[in-house]
């Protein structure tokens, strides 16, 4: 679904770098939301967004921040990458209740 | 919060086969349950759903039931093809409105040719 993109769509960086995955989207949609995604254990929600200025933690928030720069683009940050916050990551974005997702950006923190 | 339970985490089935997916949630406010299915190295897709006030609801080869008053819901897939094979998520919400979705840890399906 090219309607929702991401960049980058793998990244290699080490302990304790900073680091921006971005998300982009055309389907007009108010709701946005990032998730990351471990074997084992599903999609966990880290922040979701319902408007430009509406901004929510979700399960998983520790070490991750988010900025909603417009309706159409949403953001996630790793201030200080860990080994732990190894994942593939997932934005989505939904209108009322399906749920459209990105590609997914893999990330891998050594 | 909402907490969503799937069971199993693996299946492997003969192809022809019947699948069975079966999920539990705890808030009974939710009323809004789709199913994600995400193909290896895809982006998962939402393939069915059901809300509260429906017990069963069919798509071809794939249905989803509900049950309110137990708090599950399953996915059935008959007959199984090969392109079956893939990991399915259960969700649970709040239908319509403003909601966060609870995603289950996921089973993956592996249909034997």
């Known amino acids: 679904d090219a309607d929702v993109t991401q960049t980058p769509r793998n990244r290699i960086t080490k302990t304790g770098k900073r680091i921006m995955l971005e998300c982009s989207q055309t389907k007009g949609h108010d709701r946005m939301y990032w998730y990351r995604q471990d074997p084992g254990l599903g999609l966990r929600l880290i922040y979701y967004s319902f408007d430009v200025k509406d901004i929510n933690k979700g399960e998983i928030s520790d070490g991750y921040s988010v900025s909603r720069q417009a309706q159409a683009k949403f953001s996630l940050s790793l201030e200080s990458a860990i080994p732990n916050q190894t994942a593939l990551y997932f934005c989505a974005t939904s209108d009322r209740n399906e749920q459209f997702f990105g590609p997914g950006t893999r990330l891998t923190v050594l | 919060g909402e907490n969503v339970e799937q069971h199993p985490s693996t299946l492997s089935v003969q192809e022809g086969d019947s699948a069975v997916i079966k999920c539990t949630y705890s808030?009974?406010?939710?009323?809004?349950f789709p199913w994600y299915k995400q193909e290896l190295g895809k982006r998962p897709q939402l393939i069915i759903d059901?809300?509260?006030?429906?017990g069963e609801k069919k798509d071809q080869r794939i249905a989803v039931t509900l049950n309110k008053t137990a708090k599950h819901f399953s996915l059935h897939i008959t007959e199984t093809q090969p392109e079956d094979s893939a990991v399915y998520f259960c969700a649970a919400s709040k239908a319509g409105g403003y909601q966060k979705v609870t995603f289950g840890t996921g089973t993956k399906l592996q249909v034997i040719p």
């Open positions: 808030d009974s406010a939710s009323n809004y």
């Open positions: 059901i809300r509260s006030n429906v």
